[in-house]
């Protein structure tokens, strides 16, 4: 629902950019946490995540913020027709960002928490050693709400 609302709202671009956000953020904190991962995030709930890995998706949310910030001056001269968006600053967007980034891992955690109290350890059988797809969306499921909510505040003027 959260993502229909973006594109109805705030047209294409903007839910690309979140799916590309959450995408960035999980494959900088795999390769993060495989090389430098050495303290566990939350080993009783999901062991393989470090608080190496946690950072490496804060960064990725912070580079895709500033990145996608740039792209829309560099390309659009600041005039980008978001309906509201021009309250948007720079800080406004890469906070908000970073901060989806912190939501999408915690929901990751959150699902991980309820296969282990279900004893599942794979949501399904569809994508063999994913996880199942429930696994490919749990942190798009978590940040989709904060993520539309913190643009619509902000496009509002309420938040920035």
């Keep these: 629902m959260f993502i229909s609302r973006l594109h109805t709202l705030y047209q294409g671009g903007m839910v690309m950019y979140f799916l590309i956000l959450i995408w960035s953020a999980d494959i900088l904190a795999y390769f993060t946490g495989k090389k430098w991962g050495k303290e566990k995030l939350s080993p009783d709930i999901s062991p393989g995540k470090t608080v190496e890995g946690f ?4 960064a990725a949310g912070l580079l895709c913020g500033i990145g996608f910030y740039v792209f829309e001056k560099v390309t659009y001269g600041g005039n980008v027709d978001y ?15 970073v901060l989806t980034v912190m939501v ?8 991980s928490l309820v296969k282990r109290q279900k004893g599942v350890k794979d949501t399904g059988s569809i994508l063999p050693g994913h996880g199942g797809v429930l696994d490919r969306i749990d942190s798009v499921i978590a940040a989709a709400p904060f993520f539309y909510a913190g643009v619509f505040l902000i496009s509002r003027g309420v938040l920035g």
């Design 55 to 58: 950072y490496g998706a804060l």
């Design 83 to 97: 309906g509201t968006l021009h309250y948007m600053t720079s800080f406004d967007f890469i906070l908000l960002s």
């Design 104 to 111: 999408s891992v915690y929901g990751d955690l959150f699902f």
